[in-house]
């Protein structure tokens, strides 16, 4: 299977997918562009590594669970996968490793962190096959060098229903010097693939990283209108599932949807609330045995030790 060529049937690999169905977000772009990064900060408990110079991952399928990691072979069967020891993990027979996690962005989405589109020793079927299965896509692209003709053509080939749910989010912001360096980069990019995606955005992935207390490091990041973004897509992505779950390809057969996705939060006291089932983003918060620092924007009541995205 190719991107120009999809399955004419739903691959032994999916059958088994646990329910309920969720939106998969699968993170994309060329190695090293801060997938994992990205993932990490959006799950918050560091899952995966980052820059394993050495190891070749095959895409990384994060959902909600507790249940243990294994490796997804083409025909479906799962094997235990130890995650200290991921160097031996054949990516050509494996369609994805499996990992739960019961982290709160978890209900609203899976994560498929992806390996890089042009790595010379993985060979790009290993994400091809794994794509259509994605609702949208956050491509990363680091903005010292965002949006190359490479990137470019691979994106051309991926279906406009996955392209129209996607964010192209320029990482490591933090490298440009200035903020007019900023602008005019994310100002070329934006001429060049506006149309392709819902969104571009740039942010500093590092920045966000760190941001843990600081809502000023959390604010210069970039990462609130990423998060408001992406919360739209998964807005739009959950009513979709919920009206085309019965007749989608690729999704419950052989599996049990036993549970809806859930129902996200709405956020009774922003006045901004348009909908009564918008999903609002959770900001840096301080940790309740800390001293607050200066006035909040918008307190909330839940704790959290690092920033997240649900
Ligand atoms: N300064 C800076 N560094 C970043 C940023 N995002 C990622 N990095 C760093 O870039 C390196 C690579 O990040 P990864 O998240 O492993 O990149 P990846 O896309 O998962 O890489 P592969 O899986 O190997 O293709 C790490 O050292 C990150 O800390 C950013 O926004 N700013
Ligand atoms: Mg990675």
């Keep these: 299977?190719?991107?120009?060529?999809?399955?004419?049937?739903?691959?032994?690999?999916?059958?088994?997918?646990?329910?309920?169905?969720?939106?998969r977000i699968a993170l994309m772009g060329e190695f090293s562009a801060g997938k994992s990064t990205l993932a990490n900060l959006m799950i918050g408990s560091d899952p995966l590594p980052?820059?394993?110079?050495?190891?070749?991952?095959?895409?990384?399928?994060?959902?909600?669970?507790?249940?243990?990691?294994?490796?997804?072979?083409?025909?479906?069967?799962?094997?235990?996968?130890?995650?200290?020891?991921?160097?031996?993990?054949?990516?050509?027979q494996t369609a994805f490793i499996r990992i739960q996690s019961k982290e709160e962005i978890l209900r609203m989405c899976d994560v498929i962190d992806m390996p890089g589109i042009s790595d010379p020793n993985m060979a790009a079927s290993v994400w091809e096959r794994i794509l259509p299965l994605a609702d949208g896509v956050i491509?990363?692209?680091?903005?010292?060098?965002?949006?190359?003709?490479?990137?470019?053509?691979?994106w051309e080939k991926v279906p406009p229903h996955i392209q129209e749910h996607s964010l192209l989010l320029l990482t490591r912001g933090d490298m440009l010097v200035s903020e007019k360096d900023r602008k005019?980069?994310?100002?070329?990019?934006?001429s060049e693939a506006e149309d392709l995606?819902?969104?571009?955005?740039?942010?500093?992935?590092?920045?966000a990283r760190d941001a843990e207390d600081d809502p000023d490091l959390w604010d210069q990041s970039?990462?609130?209108?990423?998060?408001?973004?992406?919360?739209?897509?998964?807005?739009?992505?959950?009513?979709?599932?919920?009206?085309?779950?019965?007749?989608?390809?690729?999704?419950?057969?052989g599996c049990e949807a036993t549970e809806a996705p859930e129902a996200v939060p709405s956020d009774e006291a922003s006045p901004q609330t348009e909908r009564d089932d918008r999903i609002v983003p959770r900001r840096p918060v301080v940790k309740a045995t800390r001293p607050r620092p200066a006035p909040r924007p918008e307190p909330e009541e839940e704790e959290s030790l690092s920033p997240k995205f649900s």
Excluded: H
């Design 1 to 23: 299977m190719t991107l120009d060529n999809p399955p004419a049937e739903v691959p032994a690999y999916v059958q088994n997918l646990p329910g309920p169905r969720r939106p």
């Design 139 to 154: 491509w990363c692209s680091p903005a010292t060098q965002a949006w190359r003709q490479s990137e470019a053509s691979v």
């Design 222 to 253: 970039g990462a609130e209108p990423f998060v408001n973004e992406f919360l739209n897509i998964i807005s739009v992505l959950t009513d979709r599932i919920a009206r085309d779950a019965p007749t989608e390809p690729f999704v419950y057969q």
């Design 197 to 207: 995606f819902a969104q571009c955005l740039m942010m500093s992935l590092t920045q």
């Design 184 to 190: 005019k980069v994310l100002k070329r990019v934006r």
């Design 50 to 92: 980052v820059q394993v110079i050495a190891t070749q991952l095959p895409p990384v399928w994060i959902s909600y669970g507790s249940a243990p990691a294994v490796i997804v072979d083409l025909d479906g069967n799962e094997t235990p996968c130890d995650l200290e020891s991921l160097q031996e993990i054949p990516t050509e």
